[in-house]
């Protein structure tokens, strides 16, 4: 995984309620075994006419193109549903590296800190602030000081994420990284207990 520690990007504005793991990713495209090329499928169904590559739906967001970056927003209730990993690698693999909103769904959450995808819990008023920027407008989000600003107006607001988990995206760990950068605390510990 890549190190996250400070962003600060466009975003994209996702103004739907409730997207659930099969908006996110469709079921029919769940067959692949690596995490790798998920991001083409990612909201295929609300993409694209008739399921067509060639037919993009002018109306939806992130075929709009004055809407860029890295960061994604979302409405309330974002990636409920089933537990499929595969809604947080479909995102990650798109290339978005923070999805906000006013309410995850724990196992989305759980799934995209996990495949380096920083999900931001923000208020339901500072989420409408949010929305009520432009197209050009950056968010700047530091995970070290977990805060996320709003950077035309300067508002901002803290959010929470697990220590461990913080520590992990701040280094680009995996569960398997983390234990292998303490591999001589174990050992003294082992040496101790010997």
Request: proline share 2%.
């Amino acid at each position: 995984m890549q190190s996250l520690q400070k962003i600060t990007s466009r975003f994209i504005p996702l103004r739907i309620e409730n997207v659930d793991t099969d908006q996110i990713i469709p079921a029919r495209f769940l067959k692949a075994t690596t995490k790798v090329g998920f991001g083409k499928n990612l909201f295929r169904d609300w993409r694209y006419e008739n399921d067509d590559e060639t037919k993009p739906k002018a109306d939806f967001v992130l075929n709009q193109k004055q809407f860029s970056g890295d960061i994604l927003v979302a409405a309330k209730n974002f990636g409920c549903g089933s537990s499929r990993e595969h809604a947080a690698w479909s995102i990650q693999d798109y290339g978005f590296k923070v999805v906000v909103s006013s309410f995850f769904a724990d196992i989305f959450k759980n799934n995209a800190l996990n495949n380096g995808v920083l999900p931001v819990t923000v208020t339901d008023a500072f989420l409408q602030q949010i929305f009520a920027e432009g197209a050009e407008a950056t968010l700047t989000v530091d995970l070290e000081k977990q805060t996320i600003t709003i950077d035309n107006t300067g508002a901002s607001e803290t959010f929470d994420i697990n220590a461990y988990k913080k520590t992990c995206m701040l280094n680009g760990y995996d569960d398997i990284d983390y234990l292998l950068s303490m591999k001589e605390e174990i050992a003294a510990f082992e040496k101790a207990r010997g």
